[in-house]
Structure formats: structure tokens, C-alpha cells
């Protein structure tokens, strides 16, 4: 299975939902998902002070510390907005991502359970060891203002796997049945993620007929 990331919606303030929270249901509970890196505007819901970590222990006994981000979902979208500007300085040559964050936006909100978090140990598992919770402690603490943009930049680049060569697709991609080329549909989803098992906002075409 690929190495993935996932953006769950909980009621319970818990790391990793899927393994424990009793009755997590990933239709409903993870809100979209993505292979091989952590996207763009899923780094902009949360900051360094929401990085929390767990220590789990598991049946065998074995005990495995995990870090990740967790907050109320009413604060992460709060940041979600205070993070455009900085991400408009930081990738101004690629275009606004205001309406890219309002359809992440609704799919939050739509999703059930007050917290926020993402399961990242499998994208964690692919970095050095010991590189990823600096980098990802970094990324997060340049979007109240970044101090080094071109470091800034790189740092969200490789996390989110973009491969900003040109503008960001807009928006309404697939709604509006567009055409991105290759690049264009890859850096949608490392904006957004896809859909898990319920649909996602911005993936949802125009009806025909």
C-alpha cells in the first residue's frame, strides 16, 4: 500500500483516530487523503503549537511515540485563513489560493466531530530518520509570516511534493471539467488531497444532461 497521509475529523481530541478512537468510521471521519506527502493547505490548517505527541502501546506491549498536529475545528479553519497571505507572498508566482482554501473549507465543516488531525506516520516513515518533525515544525511556523521564504518555500515544496513550474490549477479543475495537463492535476491534489470514501468538495463535476 502507498505511504499516505490522512486529514480525519474526530469528536475525540486523539492522535491517529483510525487505531483509537472506538468507532471511527473513515467514510465519514477521514475527510480526504494523499499519497507520499502532506498538502498544501491541509500544513495551512494547523501551527506548531498544535503538534501533539502520543506514546501508544500496542497488544504485543511494544510502546511507539507519535507526533502530529491536533485542534479544535473551528481554530484550524481560522488558520486556514490567516495562512493565505503568507502562502500568497511565498508562491506568488503560482497564483491565490483562496478559492482552492474555501473548498477545503466545506469539506471540513461538512465533515463530523469537533477536532482536527492528520495520520502522517506513513509519510513520516519515508524521511530520514529524525528530519521530519523539524521540517514539518518549520513549515508550520512560517505561515503566521515567513522569516526565510526562500527556505519557507522549499520546506512546503517537499512536504506538499509540488512541483510549482507554473500557475496553481484553479480551483475548479475538475468541477468545471478543465484541462491541467500532467503537472496541473498533480499539483491539485498536493493543494487539496482526493477523496477517501465520500466525495470531496472540489472533485465533484458539473452535472451533464
Known sequence: MANSSYLCAMDEASLYPSSTVEGF?????VVAFDRYCVPLLWLAL???ADLRTETFTFEDGEAVQA???LVPKDRALAQLDAALPALGRLFAAEGPLDAHAA?????????PGGYLTVELDEIEAMWEEGTFGPALHAALASLDGETD???DRARLVELAQLRPDG???PARLIIDGLEAGD????NFTRLLGTGFQADVPWELA????
Open 25 to 29: 468510521d473513515p467514510a465519514t471521519g
Open 46 to 48: 494547523f501551527r506548531p
Open 67 to 69: 507526533t502530529a498536529p
Open 103 to 111: 473548498l477545503l473549507r466545506q469539506a471540513v465543516e461538512k465533515a
Open 149 to 151: 521564504p526562500p527556505a
Open 167 to 169: 500557475p496553481f490549477p
Open 183 to 186: 503537472a496541473g492535476y498533480w
Open 206 to 209: 458539473a452535472p451533464t444532461g
